[in-house]
């Protein structure tokens, strides 16, 4: 429980940080093309406070802590009113982009600081350590957190991607859709919470750990 607890202190503010990020993403890009209501609502900051959905961001994961079950969560969603959009179809794509384009970039970043850590030094001093060679150490924990970091917000990018509403995916892919297959579309996406809960209940959902693992091993340098 002791290292349960300690993976605990590392991913939560990673969690809520990249939530914030991804959330606030949304936003941002909603203002932009001319939807205000989340920025009216303070939804453009990364304070998590606004983004915190009480079962997504609090008792998911505590819940999950003490089950030894796996840590994942989800922030508050951001409203959007398609009535302030000039295309709202189109608009909407590129909102709901924005939530996976924040965490791949976010991703980006820490795997950058890893390999500033670990790969990059001229001197040669960190070259060819692993994440254990650090040891219950500030750089360790660092580390670690770089890792999970690059993990967690790939994993966010990936999930989120799933052609599914309520996720990302679905926006996007109903933006992409000729205008006469979109009232088909509608009627089928009402069920996407149905098919998400049918994946997980089924396992099939674990079929994402592959290009997770797979862009997690290529971002991050060798052995961490």
Request: glycine content about 10%; aromatic content about 12%; proline content about 7%.
């Amino acid at each position: 429980m002791t290292d349960r607890l300690e993976f605990f202190i590392i991913f939560y503010p990673l969690m809520l940080f990249s939530l914030s990020l991804h959330e606030a993403a949304h936003a941002w890009v909603a203002n932009k093309f001319g939807d205000p209501t989340a920025r009216l609502l303070g939804r453009i900051t990364l304070n998590p406070f606004p983004h915190i959905d009480f079962i997504g961001t609090f008792v998911l994961p505590v819940v999950a802590i003490f089950m030894n079950f796996p840590l994942f969560g989800w922030g508050k969603p951001v409203p959007v009113d398609p009535r302030n959009l000039k295309r709202p179809r189109e608009d909407h794509l590129w909102i709901a982009l924005a939530g996976p384009v924040s965490n791949t970039l976010l991703a980006l970043v820490i795997a950058g600081i890893a390999h500033g850590i670990v790969g990059l030094d001229n001197r040669g001093v960190f070259q060819g350590l692993t994440r254990d060679s650090f040891g219950a150490t500030a750089l360790g924990y660092l580390v670690a957190a770089c890792h999970l970091g690059v993990m967690l917000n790939i994993a966010l990018a990936v999930f989120n991607l799933l052609p599914i509403f309520p996720l990302d995916g679905g926006g996007i892919i109903r933006g992409l859709l000729p205008a006469k297959w979109v009232d088909s579309y509608d009627r089928f996406a009402q069920y996407g919470m149905w098919i998400i809960l049918i994946l997980l209940v089924t396992g099939a959902l674990h079929v994402i750990a592959v290009p997770i693992q797979y862009l997690t091993r290529i971002l991050l340098p060798a052995g961490l």
